[in-house]
Nanobody, 123 residues
């Protein structure tokens, strides 16, 4: 069984910073974790990619967060973080962690999601 648990959301004023963390927990049957990513979904809008990072550290970002957000991961701890700086009201959303996980007995990864953490940017 694979679970993703996010933490670090909250409320902050415009210009502030937050750091989100996500840990992949499992019962021992994970063979490999490939891409890990953060998505966000604002009220009434679709869920969109914020940032993605490969097992080897290759990253890509949505244009709206380039230069402000940084994604990182620790392969030994099965964690992925999102450092968010210079936050804007438009960043307000529920942020979801995802991971492409290959489990024992399977040859291709499945995508798992966390339950989400709320980020609110408001003065």
């Amino acid at each position: 069984q694979v679970q993703l648990v996010e933490s670090g959301g909250g409320s902050v004023q415009p210009g502030g910073s937050l750091r989100l963390s996500c840990k992949v927990s499992h019962s021992g049957d994970v063979v490999r974790i490939d891409d890990m990513a953060w998505y966000r979904q604002a009220p009434g809008k679709q869920r969109n990619l914020v940032a993605k990072i490969s097992r080897f550290g290759d990253t890509n970002y949505a244009d709206s967060v380039k230069g402000r957000f940084t994604i990182s991961r620790d392969n030994a701890k099965n964690t992925v973080d999102l450092q968010m700086n210079t936050l804007e009201p438009e960043d307000t959303a529920v942020y979801y962690c995802s991971a492409a996980v290959t489990t024992r007995g399977y040859y291709s990864p499945a995508t798992y999601w966390g339950l989400g953490t709320q980020v609110t940017v408001s003065s």
